[in-house]
């Protein structure tokens, strides 16, 4: 089992930056492909971006990618959103999910394990 929690979500104005954390409990974080989803009010979750439980291999939306960067520290138990130029349209609440297997996935049916989420909102 592991659990997850998201931090670094905030306020931040149109073109400006923010880092999410995703903390993982557990000693088989290595076991886990990891992944970013975001929720808009009235609007269906939807995948952001993934990387494979080794680090070596990630996946993005056609809507951030060139924006967003995940990555994944192993010593940390931690995986991180580097969201960079911003849009009022990437406000969302920003959740972490995990799936045993070494892969990650675009489906957020595919994932075991999710976080609480955090709030991001950008104002234009």
């Known amino acids: 089992q592991v659990q997850l929690a998201e931090s670094g979500g905030g306020l931040v104005q149109a073109g400006g930056s923010l880092r999410l954390s995703c903390a993982a409990s557990?000693?088989?974080?290595?076991?886990?492909?990891m992944g970013w989803f975001r929720q808009a009010p009235g609007k269906e979750r939807e995948f952001v971006a993934t990387?494979?439980?080794?680090?070596?291999?990630?996946y993005y939306a056609d809507s951030v990618k060139g924006r967003f960067t995940i990555s994944r520290d192993t010593a940390k138990n931690t995986v991180f959103l580097q969201m960079d130029s911003l849009l009022p349209e990437d406000t969302a609440v920003y959740y972490c999910?995990?799936?045993?297997?070494?892969?990650?996935?675009?489906?957020?049916?595919?994932?075991?394990?999710w976080g609480q989420g955090t709030q991001v909102t950008v104002s234009s």
């Open positions: 990387i494979s439980a080794g680090g070596s291999t990630t």
């Open positions: 999910a995990g799936r045993i297997g070494i892969s990650g996935n675009y489906r957020a049916a595919a994932y075991d394990h």
């Open positions: 557990g000693r088989t974080f290595n076991s886990y492909a």
